[in-house]
């Protein structure tokens, strides 16, 4: 029993990965091959692989990044935001529950069908990228939490300096280096998406209601 409920987990968990790649990149009006015109050729958005050369440089010009109190801070602020995003999902599905889609089906009304399709998208978009931002944000608050908790994990790293003089460090060192280098550029990464997908939920919800308000004519 218990790993089937694992099964499932795991099946859920990759699903809703799945999607939320997709609709980072898909807008609520395109359809299917719309949708395949814009996957990025080398998995992440232009936009992300920016996000992650930024985390890099984060890495290299703030060597004192993640201190104990500072990663406290940022678990506090994680911690609030994803109990508001479950809230936003339950409220997004309560209003996607009570819509009346069969006015917008295509054989009842194909002037409407766009717009149920838009609606519709609309919703799954947003309740995909709101749980997969939910999840962005728990992942870090792990990470952080190791940071807390494992005082090498916030220490202090000139990574320039290092590398100019690498020939006088060893091996172990070195590797030892590089993992917390690799650890520290995937957490900025993570913490810089975070907030580049909850600016896209914004938009995308600024888009739709101000297209949705502008079809109505006071002439």
């Known amino acids: 029993m218990a790993m089937k409920i694992l099964r499932n987990f795991d099946r859920n968990l990759i699903d809703l990965l799945s999607d939320a790649y997709k609709w980072e990149y898909t807008d609520i009006n395109d359809n299917k091959s719309t949708s395949l015109n814009k996957k990025p050729k080398i998995f992440l958005t232009k936009f992300q692989w920016a996000l992650f050369v930024v985390a890099i440089l984060l890495v290299i010009f703030c060597p004192n990044a993640f201190e104990q109190d500072f990663a406290g801070y940022i678990i506090s602020a994680l911690s609030l935001f994803v ?14 529950s009570n819509t009346d889609f069969s006015k917008y089906k295509q054989n009842v009304n194909a002037e409407l069908y ?3 399709v838009r609606l519709k998208n609309f919703f799954k978009k947003t309740i995909i990228l709101t749980l997969y931002t939910a999840v962005v944000a728990i992942a870090c608050i792990l990470l952080l939490t ?23 460090y060893s091996v172990a060192y070195l590797s030892k280096v590089c993992a917390l280098i690799l650890f520290r550029v995937v957490l ?19 888009d739709y209601t101000i297209s949705e308000i502008n079809k109505i004519s006071l002439k």
Do not use: H, R, W
């Open 83 to 96: 109990g508001l995003l479950f809230t936003l999902v339950v409220s997004l599905f309560d209003k996607f």
């Open 146 to 168: 190791f940071t807390v908790l494992c005082e090498k994990a916030s220490t202090s790293i000139d990574v320039i300096g290092i590398f100019s003089n690498y020939e006088t």
């Open 188 to 206: 900025f990464y993570m913490l810089l998406n975070f907030i580049y997908i909850t600016m896209k939920l914004v938009t995308s919800f600024y």
């Open 114 to 116: 766009p717009f149920g």
